[in-house]
């Protein structure tokens, strides 16, 4: 465990804050679920919650599908990072972190065609190699779960309506799943 050097007390109703800088680094927003673990020394682990980590065999299965479907590199994601992807080094991009601009479309909880935009969307945080061409949150019952992606590199062309509505289609199974 790494040691930040900052307590904080634990009030009457066994609440405590997890500090804002915290919450910063580990983007976890209010709302955002947490696990809770205790090691063998006595320590108390908080870990952020994904839904769609016990499917990720199945989105594996999925992003291949839609590889194979599409031509294109298909990511999906969490709220926060990679966790499957077909058609491109599988080390590359799952567990890797999204970039603001991907949470910032997941949030806004509409199809977004990169063909629209004027600025590419970089998938990952730590790089541009990657940019999103187009997407769709993953809805579950009106919560983003994550996102299903397809992606290209920087000579990639643009994507047609085809592949929009199979994004479109694959992300609403998977909410669909989840509600199940």
């Not at 479907?69 to 990679?82: E, L, P, W, Y």
């Not at 983003?144 to 085809?162: A, K, N, R």
Request: proline share 3%; hydrophobic share 40%.
């Amino acid at each position: 465990m790494k040691a930040t050097g900052i307590v904080r007390r634990i009030d009457d109703l066994g609440r405590v804050v997890i500090p804002k800088e915290i919450r910063r680094t580990m983007r976890i927003r209010e709302g955002d679920p947490l696990e809770i673990y205790t090691d063998k020394e006595g320590g108390v682990i908080f870990k952020k919650y994904s839904l769609l980590g016990g499917v990720t065999e199945f989105a594996g299965q999925l992003c291949e599908t839609l590889w194979r479907t599409s031509g294109h590199i298909c990511v999906i994601t969490d709220r926060d990072s990679c966790i499957a992807a077909a058609g491109a080094s599988k080390r590359e991009l799952v567990d890797k972190q999204v970039s603001e601009q991907v949470e910032q479309l997941m949030e806004n909880r509409q199809l977004f065609p990169a063909n629209a935009q004027e600025k590419p969307v970089p998938l990952c945080a730590d790089g541009e190699k990657y940019r999103v061409l187009t997407g769709a949150p993953i809805l579950s019952e009106g919560d983003v779960l994550g996102s299903v992606l397809l992606v290209g590199g920087e000579d990639d062309g643009q994507v047609g309506e085809v592949e929009v509505k199979l994004v479109q289609a694959v992300a609403g199974f998977l909410g669909r799943h989840m509600e199940s």
